[in-house]
Nanobody, 115 residues
Framework: QVQLVESGGGLVQAGGSLRLSCAAS????????LGWYRQAPGSEREFVAS?????????ANSVKGRFSISRDNAKNTVYLQMQMNDLKLEDTAVYYC???????WGQGTQVTVSS
């Protein structure tokens, strides 16, 4: 079993910054690629960013240049983070941590960007 616990969401004004964190523990390999997805009200869940076991990032075009994903492969827990800068109204969503190519998802953390 895998546990994914997100933190760091909140309310921020447009142009501001937030940092999301996800602690992945349990039956997870440090080799698993990890990612962030988001879901806005009335919309489908969409890819935001991912990072390979080697630390190679990949971003959705909508966040490229503004978001930065990173990971720390500790002994028993993998820590996934995402720095979000220059936030826009359209970034408002619930953000989910995900172990790619698996059914494991975090519970989600709300990010709200106000004008």
């Amino acid at each position: 079993q895998v546990q994914l616990v997100e933190s760091g969401g909140g309310l921020v004004q447009a142009g501001g910054s937030l940092r999301l964190s996800c602690a992945a523990s349990g039956s997870i390999s440090r080799l698993n690629p990890l990612g962030w997805y988001r879901q806005a009200p009335g919309s489908e869940r969409e890819f935001v960013a991912s990072i390979s076991r080697y630390g190679v990032p990949n971003y959705a075009n909508s966040v490229k240049g503004r978001f930065s994903i990173s990971r720390d492969n500790a002994k028993n827990t993998v820590y996934l983070q995402m720095q979000m800068n220059d936030l826009k109204l359209e970034d408002t969503a619930v953000y989910y941590c995900h172990v790619l190519y698996s059914t494991f998802w975090g519970q989600g953390t709300q990010v709200t960007v106000s004008s």
